[in-house]
């Protein structure tokens, strides 16, 4: 019984532990086709490199992109290496729409965070292009990352709580199947009445 509760506290301490760091980016693994577009292009503002960041926008955003390259460019220099942190396709009524994603790129640096956003198309049969891109410096990480940390967090101790449960659980059982066998066969009692013995004299 001691080593099923052991095991559930040692269980709780993991998952607690794990939801305490939550101030770390967990990576997403962004599709092949999606990451050759999105990571370049982050690259490449890093960089300062603004004629490779336009070979993957589209024409359409092409002028904003000039407009706010400087600003963004300066911002990601500064900061640390980002991670792409969320990968959301567009929600419609049959489903997700893998053409039409947004990926999130975040890194924190000291009390501020940096992300870049990233919405992209991928024309029919053709290669995705960039419709929009974004970097911020907020106090605050993106809401989405924020919304998806908290949904973690209770993941993770909602499977606390069904770990503890199913321990206990299996704890009750084995202390009800040991008592079960003891009623049905109890253990064996010594016999302590005295054995009268006759000795009969030799003819």
Not at 22 to 38: E, F, G, M, Q, R
Not at 155 to 168: G, H, R, S
């Amino acid at each position: 019984m001691a080593r099923i509760f052991l095991a559930v506290a040692l269980v709780a301490s993991s998952f607690g532990l794990a939801s305490c760091t939550s101030n770390s980016v967990d990576k997403v693994d962004l599709p092949a086709d999606v990451a050759a577009i999105s990571d370049p292009l982050i690259a490449a503002v890093k960089r300062g490199d603004q004629k490779m960041a336009e070979q993957h926008v589209a024409p359409s955003f092409v002028d904003d992109s000039r407009v706010q390259f400087a600003e963004m460019s300066a911002l990601l220099k500064k900061a640390p290496p980002l991670t792409p942190a969320l990968y959301v396709p567009k929600q419609e009524f049959l489903g997700p729409n893998e053409d039409e994603v947004s990926v999130t790129y975040v890194a924190q640096d000291g009390k501020k965070w940096v992300s870049a956003e990233i919405r992209m198309y991928r024309p029919e049969r053709g290669a995705f292009e960039i419709e929009y891109w974004d970097v911020k410096e907020a106090k605050d990480p993106p809401p989405l990352l924020a919304h998806a940390r908290e949904m973690r967090t209770f993941t993770n101790w909602l499977m606390v709580a069904i770990t503890i449960t199913a321990l206990l659980g299996l704890a009750l059982l084995i202390w009800i199947v040991k008592r079960r066998t003891h009623l049905i066969a109890p253990d064996p009692v010594q016999e302590t009445r005295r054995v009268a013995s006759t000795v009969r004299d030799a003819d």
